[in-house]
Every structure is written in structure tokens, then in C-alpha cells.
């Protein structure tokens, strides 16, 4: 058994897990951070490239969503395969993850080059926000090939245990893309003033940044996985096997995107305004839910070895530790909405009306703050059991069958502020959703 395997197999649960866990929360609360950098010069530029900004999220998201999901899949299996000693199909698992992260890429491609002003045009008529918005989306569409490679080399560090490794990889090409934004931004040190685009190049120019030091890292400090750029040929079973874990995945957080643009939908009937307040929250809300997700993303690997190891105790411990810091970091985040909710929005340049609308929004969101911790361990520890379809079933009731219809419901009372309470609303039914398949997953272990 080698010394990584040792780690998965047999090293304390809660030391395991924080070794692991520690480095891709600060990576993910890095990247939370030049989300945020990038929306703040943004909306220096004016309020109408902020909200373009706003507006392109939910495509930004369906690309995360691509991207991470298939990374479930892939680190789920791969896990699997160290913890199985199986190591041509871990390598084969490897392989194919870069050959996906290609396809996905050529798809995003196309998207943006066809349907980038289409997709604008379809929330608003304002030229301004129509033709930043365009050119914002054409560029990290058509350039998306750094951003998908990056996650798939940052997942088979962490399906490894390797986190450390991972968080140089996303923390690299966040830094990237700090320094850069105010420079292509404002046109700073010579460089011409870029306005958004200039936003929309520091964020490729620093995903290929990340995804150069992911791939070195891989080939160089990653022993237990094989590259093998010679044998890039598609095995679709191989492939069906990623995404029968992965789709589930990438059709929950996909979700987001629908959610969002059905959000925008229904406040842009207020103000735009109302639209930047939802820009601001989940730019705000990630500096809680990223180190969350970088919990999970150790958690994953670590049920997943002994899963294929079956030990049983170790995937529990795992869990109930995760659920425990998981509600802490959200409890957090709930006390800093809600005490400083006026301080978060000023970082957006904030009009009068912005803060007498996003004051109370955030003050009302962050109550479902309470739950959510719980649900996004519970779903994840569903992906890594290869149960994805649980994890999938809680996020279409969560936002398509109670958020975004209970939002809209409350909108007809013409209040926009009864809008933010779907937040909490949806959160409470999935904690039931959770319970109930809880249930079910104990009789799964039973091994």
C-alpha cells in the first residue's frame, strides 16, 4: 500500500479531513476574492457594465457547472480506483478527463459565438448593458479551454490528497487575475483602457495561469496518476461511467444558471437595481459557500477511497465532522450578513436605491444560511456514494420547484422585498428532502 493510500486508508478522520479540506478552502475563499475584486472594478466602470456583469453570471455558472460537475465524476471514480488498487483505470479515469474537458470547451465555444447577444437581448433592451454584456461573454466563452482544463488537473490533484497542490493551482490564477483586472480595467502601466472586456481577459489570462501550474504539478509531484497525452482516444464506456456520476452533478449546479436567469427575470420587472442586489449577494455569499464547497471537495475524495475500501465507520465520521464545520462556517456567514450588511454592498459603489433594497435583501437571504450547510454535505456525500441522483432530486425541488416559484409568487404582491424570502423558504424543504434520503443511504452501507 503507498504512502497516499496510507493517508485515505488509515490517517485520523478529523486530521485527514483538515489536511485536505484547509488548502482548497483558502484556494476557493482566493477565488471567492477575485470574484468579488472583479465585480468591485466593474462597477467603477458604471452601473450598466455592472449590471452586464450580473446578467452574463448564470452562463459563467452553466460553465462552472460543465466544469465541476464532470470533476465529481472523475474524482469520485478515481478515489474509487486508488482505494480499489486499480490503477490502469485510474489512469484510464485521468485520460479522459482531459479529453472532456476539450469537448466541453469546443461546446462553450459555439455557445458564445452564437448565442451571446441572443442571450442578453432575451433580459434586456438597454443598449449599453446588451453590448458590454456581448462582449464580456464572447471572450470567456470562446477562451473557455484554460478554465475547464484548470478544474480537471485541480480535481485529480485532490482525488489524490494532494489539496496543497491544488490550492496553488487556483489560488495562481486568481492572484492572475487581481493584479491584472485593474490594469486591463483602467488601462493602467501603457495598456489601452479595456472597460469589461479588459475584465473578461484577466480572467482568462489568470485560468491559464492555473491550469499551466495544475498540469506541471500533475506530471511532476501526482505519482499515483499517469498522463498519457499520446493516448487521448474517447472509451465511452469509460466516458459514460464519469457522467452517470457527473451529470447528476452538472444538472444540479446547472440549476444555478436556470435560477438565476429566472431570478433576473423576475426582478428586472422592479429595477435593475433589483438585479444588481442578486449580482452583489451571490458575489458576497461565496465568501461563505467556497470554503463550504472546498470542504466538500476533500470530503468527496476521502468517502470515496473508503467507500471502495469499505470501511464504513470512516465514510460516517467523515460525514458528521464536514456537517459540523460546514453549519459553523454557514452560522458565520449568517452573523456577518446580518450585522453588516451595509459595509458588504458599499464595495459595489452602491446607489441610495441599491442599499435600501440590498440591506434588507441580505438580512433576509442569509436566514436560510442556517440549513444550507447541512444540505451541501448531504448532497455531496450522495455524489461521492455514486447516489448523484439524490444530490440532483434535492436541487431541482430546492430551486426549480419551490425558489424560483415562490419568488415569483411573492413578486405579484408587489413588494420586493417578500421576493428574498423564497431563499429561506426553498432551504427548508431541502433539509427535509435531506432527512429523507439520509434514510436510505444507511441501508446503502450496510456492507
Request: proline share 4%; net charge positive; with cysteine.
Amino acid at each position: 500500500m503507498s504512502e497516499q493510500e496510507n493517508k485515505m486508508g488509515v490517517m485520523p478522520i478529523n486530521s485527514l479531513l483538515l489536511s485536505m479540506a484547509v488548502p482548497i478552502m483558502i484556494s476557493m475563499l482566493v477565488q471567492a476574492l477575485y470574484n468579488i475584486v472583479d465585480s468591485i472594478f466593474v462597477a467603477k466602470v458604471s452601473e450598466n457594465a455592472f449590471t452586464a456583469v450580473s446578467l452574463a453570471f448564470p452562463i459563467q455558472s452553466l460553465m462552472i457547472a460543465v466544469a465541476t460537475g464532470t470533476g465529481v465524476g472523475i474524482n469520485a471514480l478515481l478515489s474509487r480506483g486508488l482505494g480499489e488498487k486499480k490503477q490502469e483505470f485510474v489512469d484510464k479515469i485521468a485520460n479522459h478527463a482531459v479529453i472532456l474537458a476539450i469537448f466541453s470547451a469546443i461546446l462553450f465555444m459555439v455557445l458564445g459565438l452564437v448565442g451571446a447577444r441572443f442571450f442578453f437581448a432575451a433580459q434586456t433592451d438597454i443598449a449599453e448593458i446588451v453590448d458590454g454584456g456581448t462582449k464580456y461573454l464572447t471572450i470567456v466563452c470562446i477562451c473557455s479551454l484554460p478554465l475547464f482544463l484548470q478544474v480537471t488537473f485541480e480535481r485529480t490533484l485532490q482525488a489524490t490528497g494532494r489539496t496543497l497542490y491544488s490550492m496553488m493551482s487556483q489560488g495562481l490564477g486568481a492572484i492572475i487575475n487581481i493584479i491584472l483586472d485593474p490594469i486591463f480595467i483602467f488601462g493602467l502601466l501603457g495598456m489601452p483602457k479595456l472597460g469589461i472586456a479588459g475584465a473578461a481577459l484577466a480572467t482568462i489570462i489568470g485560468q491559464t495561469g492555473g491550469m499551466l501550474i495544475g498540469l506541471y504539478l500533475n506530471v511532476k509531484k501526482n505519482p499515483e496518476i499517469h498522463f498519457s497525452f499520446k493516448q487521448l482516444c474517447p472509451d465511452f464506456i469509460i466516458i459514460k461511467r464519469i457522467y452517470a456520476i457527473g451529470i447528476p452533478s452538472i444538472v444540479m449546479s446547472s440549476l444555478m444558471s436556470v435560477t438565476t436567469f429566472s431570478l433576473n427575470r423576475i426582478l428586472i420587472g422592479f429595477s435593475t437595481t433589483a438585479t444588481n442586489v442578486l449580482g452583489a449577494y451571490y458575489k458576497l455569499q461565496s465568501f461563505i459557500f467556497m470554503p463550504v464547497f472546498g470542504l466538500n471537495n476533500a470530503m468527496i475524495p476521502i468517502i470515496g477511497y473508503n467507500y471502495g475500501a469499505r470501511k464504513k465507520d470512516r465514510i460516517f465520521k467523515t460525514v458528521k465532522l464536514s456537517a459540523m464545520y460546514a453549519v459553523g462556517i454557514m452560522l458565520t456567514g449568517l452573523t456577518v450578513f446580518e450585522l453588516f450588511p451595509h459595509i458588504l454592498l458599499r464595495m459595489f459603489n452602491p446607489s441610495d436605491m441599491m442599499l435600501e433594497i440590498g440591506v434588507p435583501a441580505l438580512r433576509i437571504i442569509c436566514i436560510s444560511f442556517i440549513f444550507a450547510g447541512f444540505c451541501i454535505v448531504c448532497s455531496s456525500m450522495f455524489q461521492a456514494l455514486g447516489v448523484s441522483m439524490y444530490s440532483l432530486i434535492l436541487s431541482v425541488c430546492r430551486q426549480l420547484v419551490v425558489l424560483v416559484p415562490a419568488a415569483y409568487l411573492l413578486s405579484k404582491l408587489g413588494d420586493v422585498n417578500l421576493v428574498w424570502w423564497a431563499f429561506p423558504i426553498a432551504e427548508v424543504m431541502s433539509v427535509v428532502c435531506c432527512i429523507f434520503f439520509l434514510r436510505k443511504i444507511v441501508k446503502l452501507l450496510d456492507f
